[in-house]
């Protein structure tokens, strides 16, 4: 009695909005946020700062002029779009992060080689499973990668923002991801090859995504490389003989959004260590390069009375850049002069010298990074052991190997182009030269691992026409230990300037300490006048990125919502996917019990809510979330069975796994995506065998 006096006395209107909120709530809201920003502005808003408080806060911070306008270059209010997005590698974290610039904010991290459980990576979602499982290498499921170079899409040389391609230099594995909604479409282990490093790095319409080897793999003549299965003793002689590098050209189809093995070639190496590669346009289109290091083919091995490594491999005074003609050896494979070896064509080593395929330049000395200039005519080395960048003209190469101009052979047999011959300029820049971007005025920029700096120099014509060329003209301090940097479209017809982003390795006192494995420090830098000027540093405490890429954000142009019922890895509609169907179907299917589930997911439901199945049951689940609102993810979690899925808007995703612990088990949605969002549950209950 004494509850219903009370409650009578409640104002009238509470109660009644209060029924309305839940009502609304339990149909799903489905305005969802656009309420909430109604709200907002109903709110008067506080009167502007004065000059005066902004002054005062200055202070207060004890921040300097510069800091000022670091902060007003670089604050971009909610609401507001970044001007670029860049494409980060994640390094051992086996992602890629999305940040945007110049506000460097984080905006998504794309799981790619390592099981991610917010956007149910390889937690159950059969498509993630399947692709982790088709990217691994055949003798074990890998869930570890080490990405280093990210790579665009490109239409006419220039990126197209539609797909973005990331190696896995552990196990020489190229993923595919589409921006069309940031998700890995394709993972695929390179045949004949263990490790790569080359990048990923596209021909001009994006015909393949090119991929060179890091370190040599043993190789049987003829067979090539099988993991778990090529052996050859490791001696010196050995490896000279029977260990192999590898550049690979993988057919993309943009379609799909797979990789066509079957459409791909590949081409061996001699046993150096093969770096950085990069495919040209323009004067250097249908070639591509590939710097190495290694060219004493040392294997280290401190315990037997070699040098280590470390010694060993920096005796040269030069190492080769490849020079490989691309389009001629698409040719030569259509010829039917490739051999077929583990599932791909193969350019022997013979047939790429024979045929006119593989060329070498002297480059000094242990180098990194391989770098095209907009005009698509230089081609830049950072010097790494040598406190110089090297830059190649394109003319003058092909002018040289077309006046079979050599100064011999390497032990293989590969053509040495003369250095002078191909040589257009050596930049004196600073210690440890590592990868070069380049702006919209005809500048390039180094990255200076050993004396932390970045260093800006002219190019030469066409790039750049004024009457300085090659020639230092700016540099700045970078904290510490850079290894690549990026700049907005740069290796394209049309770098755009701007910014920089110095991608650091060390940030030492740069941050808080957060312990002894410290964040990256990514240092955002203002190359828009004549001195670069130093805007913010931002920590990364994901992974450690290698390279990354930065395009125009307006480039990008990604679905909101799926239509319903999608199958996010070929956004056609889901095979099981059947409208309005709900429901538990058990049957027997090829000897064994599978409990089949349809169930869909929407503010603040799942259905079926209660799933029996007996003990040893294959569930498999498609789940449909069948929300049309922007921005309504679900996800689904059993607990104590390791399942974790996400369903984006329109989304269906078969889950599967195998009841074999009996028992009721609660399974709900993980997104706070409702008020009732806790009461969206229920209960698998799995009956014992
Ligand atoms: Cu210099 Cu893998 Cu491009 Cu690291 S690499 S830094
Ligand atoms: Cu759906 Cu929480």
């Keep these: 009695m004494g509850v219903e006096k009370k409650e009578k006395s409640q104002p009238k209107e509470n109660k009644v909005s209060r029924r309305g909120f839940i009502a609304a709530a339990v149909a799903g809201l489905a305005v969802g946020g656009a309420a909430g920003f109604g709200l907002s502005r109903l709110i008067t808003p506080a009167a502007p700062p004065t000059l005066r408080q902004v002054e005062d806060i200055i202070k207060q911070r004890n921040l300097q002029p510069a800091h000022v306008v670091s902060a007003l270059k670089t604050y971009v209010p909610g609401g507001m779009p970044d001007e670029f997005l860049m494409f980060s590698s994640g390094g051992h974290s086996g992602q890629v992060m999305v940040i945007g610039v110049p506000s460097m904010r984080i905006y998504r991290i794309i799981a790619v080689f390592t099981p991610e459980p917010w956007q149910g990576y390889g937690y159950g979602d059969v498509k993630t499973m399947k692709l982790l499982e088709k990217g691994s290498n055949g003798i074990r499921f890998l869930t570890c990668g080490d990405t280093h170079h990210p790579e665009i899409s490109r239409t006419n040389a220039e990126y197209d923002g539609e797909w973005l391609f990331i190696g896995d230099k552990l196990n020489a594995r190229k993923a595919a991801i589409s921006l069309k909604d940031f998700e890995t479409k394709d993972i695929v282990k390179l045949p004949n090859t263990q490790t790569q490093h080359g990048g990923a790095c596209a021909t001009p319409n994006t015909e393949y995504v090119a991929c060179g080897s890091q370190f040599a793999a043993p190789w049987e003549p003829g067979k090539g490389y099988k993991p778990g299965k090529t052996y050859v003793k490791l001696t010196e002689q050995n490896f000279k003989e029977y260990f192999r590098g590898t550049t690979t050209f993988l057919r993309f189809d943009r379609k799909r959004g797979k990789f066509d093995l079957a ?65 001629k050896a698409e040719q030569v494979v259509r010829q039917g002069k490739a051999k077929e070896m583990n599932g791909i064509k193969v350019i022997t080593l013979e047939t790429a010298i024979k045929e006119g395929i593989l060329f070498f330049a002297p480059e000094p000395k242990s180098p990194h990074g391989c770098d095209i200039t907009a005009s698509g005519r230089y081609i830049v080395i950072g010097g790494k052991l040598e406190p110089l960048v090297t830059v190649y003209d394109i003319e003058k190469i092909k002018r040289a190997i077309a006046d079979q101009r050599f100064q011999g052979e390497d032990p293989y047999g ?94 030492v006192d740069r941050f808080m300490n957060v312990g002894p494995l410290l964040p990256q420090n990514f240092q955002l830098i203002d190359i828009s006048g004549e001195k670069m000027q130093l805007l913010y540093d931002m920590p990364i405490g994901i992974g450690e990125p290698h390279y990354a890429k930065m395009i125009s954000a307006d480039k990008v142009k990604p679905i909101s919502v799926y239509e319903l019922g999608t199958d996010p890895e ?76 996400s369903l984006e808007p329109g989304e269906t995703a078969t889950v599967e796994f195998v009841a074999d612990k009996p028992g009721v088990y609660a399974f709900y949605c993980v997104e706070f995506c409702s008020p009732l969002h806790l009461e969206m549950a229920g209960w698998l209950e799995v009956e014992p065998a």
């Design 414 to 507: 590969v053509p040495v182009l003369r250095f002078e011959d191909v040589k257009a300029a050596q930049i004196e820049v600073g210690l440890g030269p590592l990868h070069d971007e380049f702006d919209d005025k005809g500048h390039g920029y180094v990255s200076c691992f050993i004396s932390n700096e970045v260093v800006k120099y002219t190019l030469g014509p066409p790039d750049y026409t004024g009457d300085k060329p090659f020639q230092v003209v700016d540099r700045i301090p970078i904290h510490y230990n850079i290894g690549h940097l990026a700049t907005p479209e740069s290796n394209s017809p049309t770098p755009k300037g701007k910014y920089l982003v110095a991608l650091n390795k060390w940030s």
């Design 263 to 327: 459409n791909s070639f590949q081409i061996e190496l001699p046993p150096y260590m093969q770096d950085l590669e990069i495919a040209g346009w323009g004067p250097s289109d249908g070639w591509a390069f590939l710097n190495s290091i290694n060219t004493e083919l040392a294997i280290g091995g401190v315990l037997e009375g070699r040098p280590p490594l470390e010694i060993a491999a920096s005796q040269n005074d030069f190492d080769y850049l490849h020079i490989i003609n691309w389009k």
């Design 570 to 645: 070929t956004f056609q509609r889901h095979a099981k996917y059947v409208e309005g169907k709900v429901g538990v179907e058990r049957r027997q299917e090829d000897g064994r019990w599978v409990t089949e589930v349809w169930m869909t997911e929407v503010r603040s439901t799942i259905t079926p809510d209660i799933i029996r199945c007996k003990q040893g049951d294959l569930l498999r689940l498609h789940i449909t979330n069948i929300e049309t609102t922007k921005d309504a993810t679900h996800a689904f979690a059993v607990a104590e069975y390791n399942i974790m899925a």
